[in-house]
């Protein structure tokens, strides 16, 4: 995989409450009051924990504005040099593909990566195509194992000053959901610079763009379907979800095609809707003996190993174990699949079309 070089902040109104008055405190109550970690009860370090890790996210996340302001910056001038030393000058057109997805540390899904370089390689000869991460935590991960990737707002950038003026940015993700909603920002921001009419920079379509998508995808996911499975057995799909998101909506359509394309095919997802529970009802009503447990995601990263088939017991395989169900697993993304990758492909040719 070729390695290619934010959300919306909400303000809160200040409280307009006068603060706490301070009182003194007892002798001895400092010392009641600070507490060694192996003093806390469980729930309170796992608060701990997750506070330390949105403070990591949210200084990564500072870190890599700034970063990406100074790209900018340094665009901007230079173009305005270019522009200074050679008024009136057309420059030819150079185009790019930027891949952009969550991202995953996991090796084995990682390879799901490759499977789509190859295959927009295949349709676009020639254009220069690089790769960003939307994740800051996954990039500072790899970045451990020695593999930098940079966000989307830095590559962008970089390409741009590589001299890239004509550049399609490539949604990995399923659906317009949050992670989509970022990027799209993103890019707009870079099109609102002054210069901006110097260059075209336009973003495809995510997966689930229409219903033609939705019953390919469908189609799809049924064909790798282990030839195991026997008449009576469902298919169970784990999609993410954003359930502050209008898009969340897309999955409840998903699973309407699904239905109507196998009786025993259903999708729900981790952190939308529909959820496990919708769909638990329907499998013991229809006699469903064995499911099929499969990621409706890019990748089989840590959503499929851990919340889809890990061996903990609020796992969907632990879940559906209990409740008496045969479960086996079938760890292959979305991205592995040549045929769901021609989807996101179609929209990256449409996006493309408009540079003619």
Avoid at 21 to 35: D, F, H, N, T
Avoid at 54 to 61: D, R
Wanted: charge should be neutral.
């Amino acid at each position: 995989m070729r390695i290619g070089s934010g959300p919306a902040a909400v303000n809160g109104d200040e409280s307009r409450e006068k603060p706490l008055e301070s009182k003194p405190l007892r002798e001895g109550a400092v010392s009641r009051l600070i507490r060694k970690p192996e003093d806390l009860p469980a729930r309170d370090i796992q608060l701990h924990t997750n506070v330390d890790k949105v403070m990591e996210e949210t200084m990564m996340k500072k870190k890599e504005i700034f970063l990406s302001v100074c790209f900018v910056f340094l665009i901007g001038f230079s173009a305005n040099l270019t522009l200074a030393g050679k008024h009136g000058e057309i420059k030819p057109q150079k185009e790019a593909i930027l891949l952009v997805a969550f991202g995953t540390t996991v090796p084995e899904a990682r390879k799901a990566f490759d499977q789509i370089e190859s295959q927009v390689k295949g349709v676009f000869p020639g254009v220069e195509v690089r790769w960003a991460f939307t994740s800051s935590i996954v990039r500072k991960k790899l970045l451990e194992q020695g593999v930098k990737l940079e966000p989307p707002t830095v590559a962008l950038a970089r390409l741009l000053e590589d001299g890239f003026n004509s550049v399609v940015v490539a949604s990995f993700h399923t659906i317009p959901g949050e992670e989509f909603h970022d990027l799209y920002k993103d890019v707009d921001a870079f099109r609102n610079m002054s210069d901006s009419h110097h260059r075209r920079i336009l973003v495809a379509r995510p997966l689930l763009s229409s219903r033609k998508h939705m019953e390919a995808a469908i189609d799809a996911m049924l064909e790798q379907t282990p030839k195991s499975r026997k008449p009576g057995d469902a298919i169970l799909l784990m999609g993410h979800g954003s359930e502050n998101q209008p898009a969340d909506a897309l999955y409840a359509a998903l699973n309407f095609y699904a239905q109507g394309k196998d009786s025993n095919l259903y999708i729900a997802t981790v952190a939308g809707q529909p959820t496990l529970d919708d769909v638990l009802p329907k499998l013991k009503k229809n006699g469903v003996k064995k499911v099929y447990l499969m990621p409706f995601m890019a990748v089989a990263g840590d959503h499929a190993r851990n919340d889809m088939c890990g061996d903990e017991k609020d796992s969907w395989k632990s879940i559906l174990t209990r409740d008496g169900f045969k479960v086996e697993c079938v760890m292959k993304g979305t991205a592995e699949n040549p045929e769901i990758v021609n989807l996101w492909i179609d929209n990256i040719v449409a996006a493309h079309s408009h540079f003619k």
